[in-house]
């Protein structure tokens, strides 16, 4: 039975709870009260048969003693000892920190998340200043003013005689160029200071659908239920929901959001959630068979698998989805899978090796860079977006499924080795990479 030493924390708030005193409990099942109190400060460990003992004299499950929600707390100590190898942290004896110093444990937990979201923040800036079409259209402008101006200026003061008339003409011109400088860095500044936060301002008509869909993790409570509901039923429910997002305010945007929640329904009616999540949960969420079970493409079938809330044995996968172009018009991320905002991503990604295999699923594991690297199981494929024709070339779209990837998983169902893939050349630290497109910003992978 696998044991956190945070074990001992458990029993003595359970004896506390049911009012046992200590030398009672010991009694009970053998032992001395001295070495259940080691045991009860995290000092010593109880083996297999001393806590089912223990957990039979405290009415409970012995699971309910050995595991607990310390698990996540450890995880991310561990991950924070990982980060700065070369100060040798203790990463063997964070039990006993968690254990015997709980607040300071919770602190360095806490801060070692608010780097990793800190360096979020900072590649997805990084990304916006590379390839954001805003801004790129604000710095023209701006330089397009301050080139005028100086024409202008160069003109006045060349020492040459200037009629009168053009003279007036010259500073009416400098008046209006200033004036459109103006405007133009008073709205740069606008526009970085809304990009500064975390919840940075759309873009294009999809990012206003984006912000939305990432508030709501992408799940559509509304167009849920709807199997068996006529047309014009769900036609109406989802004027209703694009008239009450806030953030889709375009006509271009409403119309992409249109798109979008007509093909979550149609994805709900032929999956609708309570069957789905049953059967997610027989099949191992494995979507081939959950595909031949519902007799839905695979595509319909993942977006399902990621669109669905998370639970307790539903773990929260990403998904990311591109035209046969490379450019991505979906994105779902997950904790650890960094997914481009704007401009290209890492040609690695099985989504894109699906392009040139349409029809033929992939699946792989990846590991992105970082302090901690993390491994993900990626499942893709590539298939026509409307029935083939004679009279026109198809047009192909590829999904990939993004899912936490535990070593301890079995991996046969995997095909090949474990690919080193990044999110995006500019913040992928992996230097010797043959698809690297530009310099990183980011140092080399200390790895």
């Not at 959630?273 to 997610?280: D, E, K, L, S, W």
């Not at 079970?293 to 996968?317: E, H, K, N, T």
Request: aromatic share 6%; charged share 25%.
């Amino acid at each position: 039975m696998p044991q956190s030493r945070l074990a001992g924390s458990r029993i003595r708030e359970r004896r506390l709870f049911l009012g046992y005193k200590q030398s009672a409990l010991a009694k009970a099942v053998g032992i001395s009260a001295a070495y259940l109190n080691l045991i009860e400060h995290n000092r010593r460990r109880a083996g297999p048969q001393l806590v089912r003992d223990l957990a039979r004299e405290l009415k409970t499950d012995p699971r309910a003693l050995t595991e607990g929600a310390e698990v996540a707390l450890l995880g991310a100590l561990r991950e924070a000892g990982q980060r700065m190898p070369d100060l040798a942290p203790e990463t063997h004896r964070s039990e006993d920190l968690a254990g015997r110093f709980p607040g300071w444990a919770s602190l360095v937990a806490a801060q070692h998340q608010r780097i990793r979201d800190l360096e979020q923040l900072v590649e997805a800036l990084s990304d916006r200043l590379t390839h954001d079409p805003e801004l790129a259209a604000s710095l023209h402008e701006v330089i397009s003013a301050v080139t005028a101006i100086r024409s202008t200026v160069g003109i006045l003061t060349g020492g040459g005689e200037i009629d009168a008339d053009w003279q007036q003409r010259f500073m009416r011109n400098m008046r209006d160029e200033g004036l459109r400088l103006s405007g133009a860095a008073q709205g740069l500044v606008g526009y970085l200071d809304a990009g500064a936060d975390q919840d940075m301002a759309p873009v294009v008509p999809g990012e206003e659908l984006a912000a939305f869909l990432d508030r709501c993790d992408h799940h559509l409570d509304k167009l849920e239920g709807l199997d068996g509901a006529a047309r014009d039923d769900i036609s109406a429910r989802i004027e209703t929901l694009v008239a009450q997002v806030a953030s889709v305010q375009t006509e271009a945007a409403k119309d992409v959001a249109r798109r979008h929640f007509q093909q979550y329904a149609e994805d709900a009616c032929a999956m609708p959630q309570g069957a789905f999540q049953a059967a997610r949960r027989d099949l191992s969420g494995d979507p081939g068979r959950l595909a031949a079970r519902f007799g839905q493409p695979l595509p319909s079938v993942m977006r399902r698998l990621a669109f669905l809330p998370a639970g307790r044995d539903v773990p929260a996968v990403g998904l990311v989805s591109c035209d046969g172009s490379g450019a991505l018009i979906l994105r779902k991320s997950v904790p650890g899978f960094a997914v481009p905002r704007f401009g290209a991503a890492c040609p690695y990604w099985p989504l894109y090796q699906s392009l040139s295999r349409p029809g033929h699923p992939i699946r792989a594991v990846v590991e992105m860079p970082g302090t901690t690297p993390r491994r993900f199981l990626c499942q893709a494929v590539c298939l026509p977006r409307e029935p083939l024709r004679f009279d026109k070339p198809p047009v192909f779209e590829a999904v990939m499924l993004i899912e936490p990837f535990d070593d301890a998983q079995v991996t046969t169902t995997t095909d090949g080795p474990i690919l080193a893939v990044g999110s995006s050349c500019r913040v992928c630290p992996r230097t010797e990479c043959a698809a690297r497109r530009e310099a990183s910003l980011l140092a080399a992978d200390p790895g």
